[in-house]
């Protein structure tokens, strides 16, 4: 298993920007995707994006594009989230993820492909 902490989380007015971390440790990080999800309040969780186990392929939601970019360092066994242009209904609990399996063929969108998760850090966005 790998354990994982987000931090970064807050308050931003529209427009604005943040960015969020997620420090892993246990299993090789380097060996796995990692992904960003997020659930508002009343919603199911959604996808975000994700990253392989590189760094050199990524996906996002429609709703994301443009806006967010996911990097990692695998030195540090860190991934981000940048988040630029926020909007209010960015407001959620974000959430980072690793991967099955290692190596694993992109992109994997769902949540069946993640096998730990972090506790989640709360973004707000206010209008």
């Known amino acids: 298993q790998v354990q994982l902490v987000e931090s970064g989380g807050g308050l931003v007015q529209a427009g604005g920007s943040l960015r969020l971390s997620c420090v892993a440790s246990?299993?090789?990080?380097?060996?796995?995707?990692m992904g960003w999800f997020r659930q508002a309040p009343g919603k199911e969780r959604e996808f975000v994006g994700t990253?392989?186990?590189?760094?050199?392929?990524?996906y996002y939601a429609d709703s994301v594009k443009g806006r967010f970019t996911i990097s990692r360092d695998n030195a540090k066994n860190t991934v981000a989230l940048q988040m630029n242009n926020l909007k209010p209904e960015d407001t959620a609990v974000y959430y980072c993820?690793?991967?099955?399996?290692?190596?694993?063929?992109?992109?994997?969108?769902?949540?069946?492909?993640?096998?730990?998760w972090g506790q989640g850090t709360q973004v707000t966005v206010s209008s």
């Open positions: 993820a690793a991967g099955k399996r290692p190596w694993d063929s992109m992109p994997l969108f769902t949540e069946s492909n993640y096998r730990d």
């Open positions: 990253i392989n186990w590189s760094g050199g392929i990524t």
């Open positions: 246990g299993r090789t990080f380097s060996s796995y995707a």
